[in-house]
C-alpha cells in the first residue's frame, strides 16, 4: 500500500522548535521528489519545501528561508522538516508530498494525511 505517515507535530511556543517526520511505504523512495506543503485556517495550501532525490538540492518558500529544514534518509525512507524560529503565522495543517515515476509511465503523486503546528504562547 503506498502511504506516508507523518509525526511531530505539535504545540509550541513562538521562538520554539519542532522537527516533523514522513515515513514512506509502498514504493521507490529514493526515486521521489519530497515536498512539504501547509495549509493554515481560511488560506491555500502552499508549497513550503521541496528536496531531490539525493537530498542534495533543496528549495523553500521566502516566508521560511533561514528558519525551516528540510533533509532525507533513503535508507530509512524518511523525510524531515526541521522548523526553528516558529512564529505563531507558522500554524498550519503541514502535508508531505511525494511526486515519483518517469515521462513514459507518468508521474504519481501521494499526500501524507497532515500534521497540525500551532505555534502559540
Known amino acids: 500500500q503506498v502511504q506516508l505517515v507523518e509525526s511531530g507535530g505539535g504545540l509550541v511556543q513562538p521562538g520554539g522548535s519542532l522537527r516533523l517526520s514522513c515515513t514512506a511505504s509502498?514504493?521507490?523512495?529514493?526515486?521521489?521528489?519530497m515536498n512539504w506543503y501547509r495549509q493554515a485556517p481560511g488560506k491555500e495550501r502552499e508549497l513550503v519545501a521541496g528536496i531531490i532525490t539525493t537530498g542534495r538540492q533543496t528549495n523553500y518558500v521566502d516566508s521560511v528561508k533561514g528558519r525551516f529544514t528540510t533533509s532525507r534518509d533513503n535508507v530509512k525512507a524518511t523525510v524531515y522538516l526541521q522548523m526553528n524560529s516558529l512564529k505563531p503565522e507558522d500554524t498550519a495543517v503541514y502535508y508531505c508530498n511525494a511526486v515519483y515515476g518517469s515521462t513514459w509511465s507518468g508521474y504519481r503523486e501521494v499526500w501524507g494525511q497532515g500534521t497540525l503546528v500551532t505555534v502559540s504562547s
Open positions: 509502498g514504493f521507490i523512495f529514493s526515486s521521489a521528489v
